[in-house]
């Protein structure tokens, strides 16, 4: 019957959160596997977190993505903590489990690096200084991501210095501080560059960077996807650089999340692409 083939249901906590794409990867993949269940946006306000949090235990829900601003304020509610949630200090994932304790995980940093993959599958962390500009929550999951891959030398930028120096605490043989009004210096004989600021997302102003000593071997990423093509990425195409957009790390991190709460692991197919493309 019906009735009992079990409907597993999981979703993206945050706010705001109808722009999330979570939604359309996930139902995607449901129906490419013929799952029974859906993903659907959770509004949350700050205040309820912990409510809700612990009310997907008591709903019997799969799991879900968390998303801004709820990354940080999640993590304490979680029975247990992934290595990596715990060196980012932030989760982006809850598995309940079938004894109903959360597991907390934080994604974002493998979608990241196989974002990276899928434009250059030979890509290596220790090719060269990668420059990271920016020092928010962004900035710390990718800087986890890249240290774990090997990365020996990272420079970090962000227009306040101390909040770049809190993030490089404990790190500081990978990763050294720069200056905000020598970013550009900075460049020079990088083999990448990431940029981890809001600058450049749908109704920002551009990031304000010259290009000029970055090596055109140098791969350029930037973890913003509205718009797909930021300022900074059309810029750095235009002089020759490999481009990396955001939603590669988008989709790619959702594969580890799908399969933990839905038992296959999905693939990032050009349909999947196609779809996600057609929304923007
Ligand atoms: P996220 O969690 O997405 O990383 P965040 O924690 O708010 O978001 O971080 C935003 C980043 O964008 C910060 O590095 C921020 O710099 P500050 O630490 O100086 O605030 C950067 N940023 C935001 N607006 C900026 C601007 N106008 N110029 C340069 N950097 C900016």
């Known amino acids: 019957m019906a009735d009992n083939i079990p409907f597993k249901l999981a979703g993206v906590m945050g706010m705001p959160i109808y722009q999330s794409r979570s939604p359309i990867i996930h139902n995607h993949w449901i129906k490419a596997h013929g799952i029974n269940g859906a993903y659907g946006h959770f509004p949350v306000q700050p205040d309820n977190v912990e409510a809700a949090v612990l009310g997907l235990r008591a709903l019997g ?30 989760i982006n994932c809850i598995v309940v489990q ?3 304790a959360l ?12 974002s990276l993959r899928d434009i250059n599958p030979n890509w290596r962390a220790d090719a060269g200084p990668i420059v990271i500009v920016g ?12 240290i774990d891959e090997g990365a020996s030398d990272i420079r970090l930028v962000n227009r306040t210095r101390a909040t770049a120096e809190k993030l490089a605490e404990g790190q500081t043989a990978v990763v050294q501080v720069h200056e905000w009004h020598e970013r550009s210096e900075a460049l020079r004989g990088a083999a990448m560059l990431i940029n981890a600021t809001s600058q ?14 970055l090596p055109v071997t140098a791969m350029v990423s930037d973890l ?25 790390m988008l989709i790619n991190q959702a594969i580890p999340a799908f399969e933990a709460w839905f038992g296959v692991r999905p693939r990032a197919t050009p349909e999947l692409n196609r779809l996600l493309l057609a929304t923007f």
Do not use: W
Request: aromatic share 4%; hydrophobic share 45%.
């Open 61 to 90: 829900i799969a799991g879900c993505n968390i998303t801004l601003p709820h990354k940080l304020a999640a993590l304490p509610l979680m029975d247990v903590l992934s290595p990596m949630a715990q060196k980012m200090g932030a």
């Open 98 to 100: 079938a004894d109903g």
């Open 103 to 114: 597991h907390g995980h934080n994604n974002d940093g493998f979608g990241y690096i196989q």
């Open 135 to 146: 020092a928010g929550g962004a900035a710390r999951a990718v800087i986890a991501a890249l």
């Open 200 to 213: 450049g997302m749908y109704g920002q102003p551009p990031l304000e960077l010259d290009l000029a000593p």
């Open 224 to 248: 913003i996807y509205i718009p797909l093509e930021t300022p900074l990425l059309a810029q750095a195409k235009a002089r020759g650089n490999t481009t990396v957009n955001g939603l590669g």
